[in-house]
């Protein structure tokens, strides 16, 4: 199986990807803040929890590169 070494970048807000991506990204807000997605199938910074819709509807996502 081959992996690509090339981040994936693209826009969430309002009409980008509908579903969560199904490897399920750290992913950075245009806030520069870094969610992480959770066991529970959420995405959190920390002390902030948000869903991928969420996410979607209040910011401009870009993926970060594992």
């Not at 693209?10 to 807000?29: C, E, H, Y």
Request: no cysteine; net charge neutral; proline share 9%.
């Amino acid at each position: 199986m081959s992996t690509s070494t090339k981040p994936r970048v693209w826009l969430v807000a309002g009409f980008g990807a509908p579903q969560p991506p199904a490897d399920r990204p750290t992913v950075r807000d245009d806030l520069m803040r870094t969610w992480t997605p959770t066991d529970d199938g959420r995405y959190a910074t920390g002390r902030h929890v948000e869903t991928w819709d969420g996410l979607r509807a209040r910011y401009d996502l870009v993926e970060v590169s594992a």
